[in-house]
């Protein structure tokens, strides 16, 4: 099998530290020379003392080790097993002028990164060059993901979001703290199975479509489910789903992040009662309501207002009106206009309570107003009531 080209200079990603050993000082030098003469990203150090080089391996500034075979005292599987001492990854290319298969299996078997025979020629150091670029690209990608796949790992175990990890075939392969808390089964229990444990009965069709649209990577990647505890609790997880894909645009993982959002559920269906009760309320009163936030606006107003005003249209429609202008826009409808104006700015200031202050309309009705400042979640507000003053009794 040939060996791809080198680099041209000035094409490396960084610097490749190289430690070269071997007990032939003019051997060490030549190639020293070739190599750095090959790729300008190459250092090379070179060391006859295998101690002294096992010293350089320990400063962690080697990138990759050549050493030879046969050396005074030692040899290179020997040397080999004291550096995997000191580095357990750092690549080891054997370059022996002793060549046997005999040589190369044990050598493999050691767990050598490459083995290279000495040959006459300059194409050795070529040969050398690329082994020992490659046998680093490949070193430092490995090392790359696995401080990638460390960060994901901690990411995942301290979310406080909800993580299963699922394969290809959607079996689960990792659960975090949160799941378990959220779901109430330990890791153990889900790996190697599926989401039906969590997932009511009568939900399994829907999950398993939204499961079919994950691994084509063609939609459920959110969803709100109801879920069982393994006590039996049901609850309601709102599901963020993504899937990773290889270079082929095949499915590989699929991760999905949850949270418990059963609280918000409850109380958005309790606000959505309670303010179904208090619009039903509204709308029945015998008078009509007006009710403006902190910046004026109009937060509801009734039926029975525009009823009182003679006005047409539907109430909802002025919600999130400009509570100053309406006054304004309907003061042509009291007997004195500007007064009306200037009493609502009056009573806003003050922020007093007022009951049944009379006012007289352009069509000779009067109207009882009362006023009431009130608190609410995000500010103050104001409320309004009028009623026809025949409506007394």
């Not at 047409?312 to 104006?341: K, Q, W, Y």
Request: aromatic share 6%.
């Amino acid at each position: 099998m040939s060996d791809p080209p080198l680099r041209p200079h000035g094409e490396h990603d960084s610097v490749v530290r190289v430690l070269h050993v071997d007990d032939e000082p003019a051997f060490l030098d030549l190639v020293a020379t070739y190599l750095e003469r090959m790729d300008d990203g190459f250092e090379i150090r070179s060391e006859t003392d295998v101690d002294a080089a096992l010293d350089a391996i320990e400063s962690g500034e080697i990138d990759c080790v050549v050493s030879d075979y046969e050396m005074p005292g030692t040899d290179g599987l020997a040397f080999l097993e004291r550096v995997r001492e000191r580095d357990s990854a750092v690549p080891f290319v054997l370059f022996t002028g002793k060549g046997s298969e005999e040589i190369a299996s044990e050598a493999i078997s050691a767990g050598v990164t490459d083995y290279i025979q000495k040959r006459s020629g300059t194409d050795q150091y070529t040969v050398l060059a690329n082994r020992v670029r490659n046998a680093v690209d490949q070193s430092r990608s490995r090392a790359a993901l696995a401080a990638s796949q460390e960060r994901l790992s901690r990411f995942i175990e301290q979310s406080p979001l909800g993580t299963i990890e699922y394969d290809e075939a959607f079996r689960i392969v990792r659960v975090n703290p949160a799941a378990e808390e959220i779901l109430g089964y330990s890791e153990s229990e889900l790996i190697g199975g599926t989401w039906t444990r969590f997932v009511p009965e009568e939900l399994h069709r829907h999950v398993a479509a939204v499961e079919r649209e994950l691994l084509s990577d063609k939609g459920g990647y959110r969803s709100v489910n109801e879920n069982v505890r393994a006590d039996g609790e049901r609850i309601r997880c709102a599901w963020h789903n993504q899937v990773v894909t290889d270079q082929d645009g095949e499915v590989i993982r699929v991760f999905s992040q949850f949270e418990d959002v059963t609280e918000q559920a409850t109380r958005k269906r309790e606000l959505e009662r309670t303010n179904a009760v208090l619009s039903t309320v509204l709308d029945t009163l015998p008078v009509g309501v007006l009710a403006e936030d902190a910046d004026r606006r109009v937060i509801r107003v009734n039926r029975r207002l525009y009823d009182l005003l003679g006005l047409d249209g539907d109430p909802s429609a002025a919600t999130g009106r400009d509570c100053a202008r309406l006054a304004v826009e309907m003061s042509e409808l009291f007997d004195d206009p500007e007064s009306f104006v200037e009493g609502i700015e009056a009573i806003v200031d003050a922020r007093r309570p007022v009951d049944d202050e009379r006012i007289a309309l352009a069509d000779g009705r009067v109207l009882l107003r009362t006023y009431r400042p009130i608190d609410l979640p995000d500010g103050r507000g104001h409320l309004w009531a009028y009623r026809d003053a025949t409506d007394r009794g």
